[in-house]
């Protein structure tokens, strides 16, 4: 047996470096760090903690803790980027290293060197785009640029990329740093969505350029290819500030049908007058067919146009994965005791064809369907006999499923008596 150390066993590495020349390792810190860029930056960070540094010093310190970290993933990105991305895991740990230099960066502690250089070796890589990570990578870009000066460098980089993001992100800096000779000509580059739109009048109104704000809205409404939601606003906003009750009217009729929903259904009637809807309210549902089947079940169940509900409903059939899509069998429910025969046979479209194998997993979704047609037959129309019935005849055609069965079973009660 050996013997058990003493309280006070010092570690033997420890006791080497004691006796250790400062110089020798200083070389061992040195050597070890140039292999693994981790061990740089947790050096960087614990002797910040232990050791008092001048404000030179600590700047120095950032900067060097943050291309520590850009050592570190570098090479995991340059693998993304070559092979367009990769596993969930790979990708999330890039990540958060890129976030933890953004924060080193945004302490506006590390020099313009440090900074630049960053931005040098980032920039290939927002313009590749390959890595799967752009959202991160133009954050570090942006949190490199402390001044305005640094912006503007940034967008010229961003304009000579030549593809649409980029040169996106060098028209908003150029707006936002007031250089509007730049930005106008960028914004010339692409007028074709809303946004685009809404985006120029916006600049306009608020450079105080009244009229060009409206004129270039307007236009954008009769030209913009879709994405008007913003660009009505901005004028609907405009109507009710000039007391334009009827233009403020029709542009909110427009965003309401514009893919209607319940929320603004009630959103519209809820600005309009009792005699101003009743002038809205058919064309507002003449829109319905045109919008999503459940926002069109929603409205109607709001409006308690029940039979109307039930067409609907029957015409999307029961929905092929009943967990999302729970909304469909809410409203069934809702309708149970109104049209009992209709939602017995909605239901049952959802058995499909029994008298084939599938696989377990199936069994037990057609099982939990099997439960909603017994519970029509004995709990809501009151018939047992004519459950027994329909249910015998679908355990004989099965009686040779034990997995079938067997999931009937766990799902539907009196299974075994049927």
């Known amino acids: ?13 420890r006791q080497v470096l004691e006796v250790t020349d400062k110089k020798i390792l200083v070389d061992l810190v040195e050597d070890l760090v140039m292999m693994h860029p981790d061990v740089r930056r947790e050096c960087f960070d614990y002797l910040k903690a232990h050791v008092k540094l001048s404000p030179s010093q600590q700047k120095t310190s950032e900067g060097e803790a943050i291309f520590a970290l850009w050592g570190e993933l570098e090479p995991d990105l340059e693998e993304l980027d070559d092979y367009g991305g990769g596993d969930y895991s790979l990708v999330d740990h890039v990540s958060d290293l890129l976030i933890e230099i953004t924060k080193k960066l945004a302490t506006k502690q590390v020099p313009p060197e440090y900074r630049t250089e960053l931005l040098n070796e980032v920039l290939p890589y927002i313009q ?3 890595a799967g990570l752009d959202d991160d990578l133009y ?7 402390y001044t305005d000066d640094d912006l503007c460098q940034l967008a010229g980089a961003f304009e000579k990329m030549g593809s649409e993001w980029p040169i996106d992100h060098a028209r908003r800096i150029y707006r936002k740093i007031g250089d509007h000779e730049k930005y106008l000509a960028l914004r010339a580059l692409k007028m074709d969505v809303g946004a685009d739109y809404n985006d120029l009048a916006t600049f ?5 350029e009244r009229e060009k704000a409206l004129l270039t809205a307007n236009k954008g409404l009769a ?3 879709g994405r008007l939601d913003e660009l009505r606003q901005f004028l609907s906003d405009r109507a009710l500030e000039s007391g334009d009750r009827q ?5 909110q009729f427009e965003q309401t049908v514009d893919h209607l929903t319940l929320e603004k259904y009630q959103a519209f009637m809820n600005i309009c007058t009792k005699e101003e809807w009743v002038s809205y ?6 829109k319905l067919t045109q919008t999503w089947g459940n926002e069109q079940l929603k409205i109607r169940m709001h409006r308690k146009e029940y039979d109307n509900a039930l067409a609907t409903l029957l015409k999307a059939g029961y929905p092929y994965d009943s967990y999302s899509d729970v909304y469909k069998l809410q409203v069934a429910a809702k309708l149970e005791e109104r049209f009992p025969e209709k939602i017995l046979g909605y239901y049952q479209s959802g058995l ?14 057609k099982a939990m369907v099997m439960k909603k047609v017994r519970h029509m037959y004995v709990d809501i129309m009151n018939v047992p006999e004519q459950w027994l019935k329909f249910a015998g005849q679908v355990k004989l055609d099965n009686k040779k499923r034990p997995a079938f069965q067997e999931e009937m079973r766990n799902a539907v009660a009196g299974w075994d008596k049927v």
């Open 139 to 145: 954050d570090v870009a942006f949190a490199c640029c």
């Open 128 to 130: 590749s785009s390959n």
């Open 1 to 13: 047996m050996s013997a058990k150390k003493s309280v006070n066993h010092q570690d033997p590495l």
């Open 204 to 208: 306009y109104w608020e450079q105080g």
């Open 281 to 286: 309210e058919d064309d507002v549902l003449k």
């Open 352 to 365: 499909g064809n029994l008298n084939r194998s599938l696989t377990r997993k199936e069994y037990a979704g």
């Open 247 to 251: 233009g403020y009217l029709k542009l």
């Open 223 to 225: 030209k913009g290819n």
